[in-house]
């Protein structure tokens, strides 16, 4: 009994003492996550994380709405988080996305409405230098 | 008597921790054990989102709770596009698509470490991630020809508050290539935060064994002497518990059914004769047991479904009150934990407790009692009936010391290049802010370099662990959210225990046929 009741008496004093809590408000964000995703080749693309889809993720990158293949991925950093994922992407990375409950056909085309775009950017498009904005 | 020194304990340091040390919660209303877990309706009182079907979100800083079928809060609702915004004070869950929170950050003061990563404990209804039934906590396999499950690592440390310690015997593992490899895997619908992982080698004399104490030291078992053992309703367990066969001894239906009524235990009960050389030595009594799934039902069906989506606040919220951290964790170690006594000629005398360490793999355990005075010793083991399985008893005399303990951290990651390896095993060396965040599917095959044992010895590897779990929110449960509208906090008490075994009665059989069918693939297809 006495070593129980020293036990909360540290546990209390060193949870007094230690630590404080921070508001995780600060991670409530409407957007999904800023990413860096490395790809195979050695480039990368920095965006908002919109979409985990079973073939990709989608991005809005500065210059568009971008679709990016699970196989030209090999990195994903999130960078609020600094937490830097190299596989099992469709389970690890909804969470951090806009819209992890996935997106209808329209809802797809409506935000590529909104974007001016007729389709997502593809990263081999892009880099042949052309992008089918 | 326990409340009255609680109080008081928190009047003499509340000043110290809250004027000389920064903000925490604590507060004299939280101590009373009658004000802890009395919410009086369903809510999250963490920053959570509502994702709606229509893709759009509504952003709640300071949670939500319940009523009917709405969610009201402070909300901040926004469209599709995110261009524009409203102020919500309620969504009907018929617009909700997925439910989300967030766990607050936790940092370290006047420390330059960076804080532990933001949990999102998530909820997906259409994610198809939660078809698993049960959860589990880490798993650890051997990779020598099949892989052969060894360990379920920190089994009750089911929140961050619960971060516990805990060391697990390796029975297959082999020196192979300069070293030993495990595969550490996340196997259920569950995030998992590891904190550190070891492999410990110990060599110890020849023709003896080595196991894991209750307190994590290891106790050496020499020789394997004679006994007779009974259990509670009389049934001779002597040749069913003489081997490590995976066929155990298992309670008496009967005794659950009075359990159901009012609390009661089984025993096993043990008489070893004493031979005269070896009176006056220790005695060691070893163990190979693991807990059925009754305190499963106990986590999933009493403490976190009954609670709805109160859960979620409750793993994420209601554990950080250290006060009622401790009360859950106290009870629960105290009626699903295993009890060792030995007999000292006038009565049972308690010589140690064991915790629960999970239902999928089997655990190796090893307690020393005292001296044997007499030409006969008897030792008993007691458990709330169908809490346990023993598979094994054996009993020596003497405890001789380990020759050679060595620790040794894993040094590279099976298919990963070593700057990506280093990701993965630097925060397993040190027990501190810095965790290894695993979701569900994920494995990794750690490889620890080792030399041969000491020449004259034999070896016995275990791995020794620190971290917590969190599990996931089912679909069901948030269905049946919708449905409650009482406040029901888990309040731990017999009530609990009582209930818990009637659901046993009667699901016991289902759940363990379907257990092992609801595991969640490995990535990498490991098994």
């Keep these: 009994m006495k070593q129980a009741f020293l036990w909360v008496l540290i546990s209390a004093l060193l949870a007094g003492c230690t630590v404080h809590v921070i508001g995780p408000k600060n991670a409530l964000i409407p957007e999904g996550e800023p990413v860096v995703v490395t790809l195979a080749g050695g480039d990368q693309k920095e965006g908002e994380l919109l979409e985990v889809t079973d073939t990709g993720l989608i991005l809005q990158e500065h210059d568009g709405l971008s679709a990016v293949n699970y196989q030209e991925m090999r990195q994903v950093l999130l960078s609020r988080y600094s937490l830097s994922l190299s596989g099992d992407w469709q389970n690890k990375l909804p969470l951090y996305s806009r819209y992890p409950q996935g997106l209808t056909d329209g809802q797809r085309r409506q935000l590529l409405a909104e974007a001016g775009q007729n389709d997502f950017l593809r990263s081999y498009e892009k880099a042949k230098g052309q992008p089918s904005k | ?527």
């Design chain 2, 1 to 527: 008597m326990k409340k009255g020194r609680i109080l008081l304990c928190f009047t003499l340091f509340l000043p110290l921790i809250t004027a000389g040390c920064g903000f925490y919660r604590i507060s004299p209303k939280e101590i009373e054990p009658e004000q802890i877990g009395s919410g009086p309706s369903p809510q999250v009182n963490t920053p959570a989102k509502a994702h709606l079907k229509d893709g759009g979100v509504v952003l709640f800083p300071d949670g939500f709770k319940v009523e009917g079928e709405r969610l009201l809060g402070k909300g901040e609702k926004y469209d599709l596009t995110r261009k524009s915004r409203t102020l919500a004070e309620e969504v009907s869950l018929n617009e909700v698509a997925a439910l989300e929170h967030y766990e607050k950050d936790l940092q370290v003061v006047e420390s330059t470490v960076t804080s532990v990563p933001v949990v999102a404990v998530g909820f997906i209804g259409a994610a198809g991630l939660l078809k698993a039934l049960f959860g589990s906590c880490p798993t650890v396999y051997s990779l020598e020809g099949e892989p052969r499950l060894e360990a379920e690592l920190f089994s009750h440390s089911i929140s961050r508050r619960f971060e516990g310690d805990d060391l697990d015997r390796l029975s297959e593992i082999k020196l192979r290539d300069g070293g030993y490899r495990l595969r550490l895997a996340n196997e259920a619908p569950e995030t998992h935060y590891i904190n550190r992982i070891s492999l410990e080698t110990v060599d110890h004399p020849a023709g003896t064994r080595a196991f894991p104490s209750p307190d994590g030291r290891i106790v050496v078992l020499a020789g394997d002497e004679p006994y007779t053992a009974r259990s509670r309703r009389g049934a001779d367990l002597t040749s069913r518990l003489a081997a490590a066969d995976g066929l155990p001894y298992r309670s008496d239906l009967v005794l659950v059914n009075d359990l159901a009524g009012g609390i009661t235990e089984d025993w096993i009960e043990l008489t070893v004769p004493v031979p005269t050389e070896e009176r006056g030595k220790p005695m060691v009594l070893a163990l190979r047991l693991r807990n059925t799934l009754m305190a499963t039902v106990l986590l999933y069906d009493v403490m976190l479904k009954a609670q709805g989506i109160n859960a979620l606040d409750w793993l994420g919220e209601e554990t950080r009150n250290p006060l009622y951290a401790w009360r859950i964790y106290r009870w629960f170690e105290r009626n699903y934990g295993l009890r060792v006594e030995y007999w000292d000629g006038d009565r049972f005398v308690p010589a140690a407790n064991l915790s629960p360490t999970g239902p999928i793999a089997w655990h190796d355990v090893a307690v020393v009692l005292p001296t044997a005075a007499g030409s006969e010793a008897r030792i008993r083991v007691s458990y709330l009936p169908d809490n346990w399985m023993v598979d094994w008893v054996g009993v020596g005399f003497g405890a001789p010391q380990p020759l050679a303990v060595r620790s040794i951290f894993a040094k590279r990651v099976d298919g990963l290049p070593a700057e990506e390896a280093e990701r993965i095993l630097a925060p397993l060396r040190m027990k501190d802010s810095d965790y290894l965040v695993t979701s569900p599917g994920e494995s990794h095959t750690l490889f620890f370099p080792a030399d041969p044992p000491t020449p004259g010895t034999e070896r016995t590897c275990f791995i020794r662990s620190r971290g917590f779990y969190v599990e996931w929110l089912r679909e069901d449960w948030f269905k049946d959210a919708m449905k409650v509208t009482e406040g029901t906090t888990f309040e731990p008490g017999d009530k609990a225990i009582m209930q818990t075994a009637r659901l046993w009665l009667g699901k016991k059989e289902a759940m363990e046929r379907m257990f092992t069918a609801t595991k969640i693939p490995l990535a990498g297809g490991g098994q």
